[in-house]
Structures are given as C-alpha cells and as structure tokens.
C-alpha cells in the first residue's frame, strides 16, 4: 500500500488489523490514523535515491499506536536517508510505540526524526514507546504519563529534552545522550532516568529530592564518558 504525491487525508485511516502503508512526499492528515495489532508506518525514499529527502506529516490530525488488545507493538519506521517531521499541529501517541529507521540499504544510520507537534506516551503496564532513529530532535512536546516508560535511542542532546513533561516516569538511556555543559535533574518534571545499555556524556546529573538517583540495569553496555 502507497500513498505518494502528498495526498491530504481528511479522513481516518483504520490500520486496526495490522495493516501497512507506505508514505512518499510526506502526507497531510487531518483526521486520525489508528495502528493496532502490530501495525507499521512507514516513510520511504524514491527507489535507490542516495540525497537526503525529507518528508512531511503535517495537518491537525494524529497518529494512535492502539495497543489496547493483543499485546501488540506498532511501528514508524523512517528509512536511511530520509528525515521525517512531524508539524506543529499533529500529535502522536500511544504505549507501545517503535519509532526506528528501516534498513533498505541507504547510507547507514541517516534516517531522522523531527518532532515540532506533541508525542504523548500513554501508561499500559509492561509496554514502553521507544524513539530509537540513529538521529532525532526534538522541537516541540513529549508529555509522559505517570508510571509509563519511554526509551531514548539513537543520538540526542540535552535541549531535545527541554519540553519534556514526565513526572512520575520512567525515562531509559539506550542510545547516546549528550550531557555536555548541561544539567540533568532525575526524580522531577524530567521523570526518573536509568541506563539500559546507553551511554550519557558529560554534564552533571542531579536528584531532585534525597533518594533520587540514576537507575543502573544490569549491563555492561551502560557509560558514563566524558
């Protein structure tokens, strides 16, 4: 399934069985577009083309990775060489959410995310939303819900976590997280922070409270450099 040209869509997309859609051009969406039952989103470059190409998802609807019945993980996947924004007026939502670049043979590790519109991470016990692009920025809104847990992949600086709304959840390192010249605060508004494999450079990292720490998991992945 293609939609390519950048089609507008005021309409609902229902991918609620586990359906696929490809997206060239970008896409603008203007009603709701529900991802269930392992679901996957994906944003595709031209045939073999090796430049950067960016892709819109734009307009005021929103992307709801449903994960309400079969246990099930949904997907956006953002191919080698494409950058992927999401506008300032879409939001994206849901509990067990992979957000990660398809490998289809491009220059390694380019595929990015740009968030300018509102991702919010919604709480099912035992499921996480994990943004793992090589790359991603963020410039708008992450809201995390208490007792929910997103994962940071891919490459990332401490402003991308500057509008970060998560008192109460579990934020985990897996990617690399650039600390320099920065402060983190574990145990506040920024949520409760641990390593699962990843690396944080530079900084200084704080408790808000006593008893606020950096969570450590159980692997050898996990550093602190810099």
Known sequence: NLLSGGVVVNADLDFSDGGE???LDGLTLNGTATLGGNANLFFVRPGEHADPYSQLLGG???VVFDNSSNGSDNSLRIEDNVTLTIGADMTV???SVNIFRRNVGGVEDTAKFVNEGTISV????NRKFQLATPQWQNLGVIDVASEAELELG????HSDIAALNATGALISVIGVYDLTGST???GGSLGNWQLSGGTIVGGTINGASAGDALKLTRNFNNLLSG
């Open 93 to 95: 939502r849901g509990s």
């Open 122 to 125: 919604e709480r099912i016990a």
């Open 60 to 62: 005021s609807g929103e």
């Open 154 to 157: 891919g490459s990332f600086s």
């Open 184 to 186: 983190l605060i574990t």
């Open 21 to 23: 859609l490809r997206i």
